[in-house]
């Protein structure tokens, strides 16, 4: 079974870029079966998709962050990672990362990280 | 973008009852539609995909119908442990976006 672990500074600044990473176990990044998800959640709040990443390299992301978020993959590693730049309180959130299976007709969020809290704050 | 409307948006229920959760979308989405239970605390876990789909392991008091514009996520019998936050969401389309929850709450 997949298994996903985000990792990054729990506190930034105000205008400053947030860099989180998510390390996959129990399978290769690269084998094909799941493309990758970023998913935030504000606290006491709804979900929000980020954006995705194909180990082809070829990324999706939400239009209202599309000009501030860059998601990547080093497949040397077993890693994919996010990085949000112009930060603001609005940003701070629980962050997700994500395997992503389709089938049936549907591509849905199969496996999921623990969530790592960003605190956008001077 | 394709927007998701869930109802109610919290509801109370009793162990035992059987429960029914909506999901709304903006457009048709075929079948695009998954299910998300969350946990205070917790990251969110798949429920159904494809619209009627049970993912491997989830009980079977769990399932999906509809097509098109409109679904419902049914729990048959109401366990302690499925008092929650369920989410819905879209993956028809750019961006994959999510219904804004419904509290299942003990009455």
């Known amino acids: 079974q997949v298994q996903l672990q985000e990792s990054g500074p729990g506190l930034v600044k105000p205008s400053q870029t947030l860099s989180l990473t998510c390390t996959v176990s129990g399978g290769s990044i690269s084998s094909g079966n799941y493309y990758w998800s970023w998913i935030r959640q504000p606290a006491g709040k709804g979900l929000e998709w980020i954006g995705r990443?194909?180990?082809?390299?070829?990324?999706n992301y939400n239009p209202s962050l599309k000009s501030r978020v860059t998601i990547s993959v080093d497949t040397s590693k077993n890693q994919f990672s996010l990085n949000l730049n112009s930060l603001t309180a609005a940003d701070t959130a629980v962050y997700y990362c994500?395997?992503?299976?389709?089938?049936?007709?549907?591509?849905?969020?199969?496996?999921w990280g623990q969530g790592t809290l960003v605190t956008v704050s001077s | 973008d394709i927007q998701m409307t869930q109802s109610p948006s919290s509801l109370s229920a009793s162990v035992g009852d059987r429960v029914t959760i909506t999901c709304r979308a903006s457009q048709s989405i075929s079948s695009y539609l998954n299910w998300y239970q969350q946990k205070p605390g917790k990251a969110p876990n798949l429920l159904i995909y494809a619209a009627s789909s049970l993912q491997s392991g989830v009980p079977s008091r769990f399932s999906g119908s509809g097509s098109g514009t409109e679904f419902i996520l049914t729990i048959s019998s109401l366990q302690p442990e499925d008092f929650a936050t369920y989410y819905c969401?879209?993956?028809?389309?750019?961006?994959?976006?999510f219904g804004q929850g419904t509290k299942l709450e003990i009455k």
């Open positions: 994500a395997a992503v299976g389709c089938g049936g007709g549907s591509c849905y969020l199969a496996y």
């Open positions: 969401q879209q993956s028809y389309n750019i961006p994959h976006t």
């Open positions: 990443i194909y180990t082809s390299g070829s990324t």
